[in-house]
């Protein structure tokens, strides 16, 4: 079964042209959605047809940018195509899985998605390092500071308050102001 997918990113768009180009290839089911491309969990009917497709169906966009917005999000649409046994194939680029020129072009998409996620990586690490550099500190913001903490304990030696209102004082979790006694009487044995 041929089974095709338009979508335009907003309401005022028409997805007359695509309807018309996928049921002029034979697709008997076609599924339609106005919505942005950004995401794939956010487009419904794209996730509707490929749970409909079945294994010897063939999948078909007219154009990649109407099923994913990036070579990764089209890796994925692809691998979950693979594992139905779907082939893939976009009509104006030419892009069809059930020939090897066209499962290569998608092994080359994939190193491409592989190149930047390592590019990206790469980028952010050297932002990390310039940050660090200038001072920036990395991390949560601590909850409680050692000034707190010798006022817990104060109020723990008193006696007049549980370990759990003590923690509702400070505004922190029970397990955090015991951690950090624990912590600040084993800084002060050591």
Do not use: P, W
């Not at 290839?25 to 950004?38: D, L, P, Q, R, V």
């Not at 419904?44 to 109407?66: C, H, K, M, P, Y």
């Not at 693979?82 to 976009?90: G, H, I, L, W």
């Not at 601590?142 to 000034?147: G, I, N, S």
């Amino acid at each position: 079964m041929k089974v095709g997918y338009a979508r335009v990113s907003s309401i005022g768009q028409n997805l007359n042209s695509q309807i018309e180009a996928l049921e002029a290839i034979g697709c008997e089911k076609i599924f339609t959605e106005k919505k942005s491309g950004k995401k794939s969990n956010n487009r419904e009917q794209l996730n509707e047809a490929l749970d409909f497709v079945r294994s010897g169906d063939t999948f078909i966009v007219t154009r990649l940018d109407r099923c994913s917005r990036s070579v990764k999000d089209l890796h994925q649409i692809i691998d979950t195509l693979n594992e139905k046994d779907v082939d893939f194939k976009a009509t104006e680029q030419e892009l069809d899985t059930s020939s090897s020129s066209g499962r290569l072009m998608i092994g080359l998409l994939s190193i491409v998605s592989a190149f930047e996620t390592d590019l990206r990586a790469e980028r952010q690490a050297d932002g990390i390092k310039s940050a660090q550099k200038r001072g920036v500190k990395f991390g949560a913001v601590r909850v409680f500071d050692e000034e707190r903490t010798i006022k817990a304990i104060e109020l723990q030696k008193q006696g007049t308050m549980t370990n759990q209102q003590i923690a509702d004082e400070f505004k922190i979790g029970k397990s955090t102001l015991l951690r950090y006694i624990s912590n600040y009487n084993n800084k002060c044995s050591a």
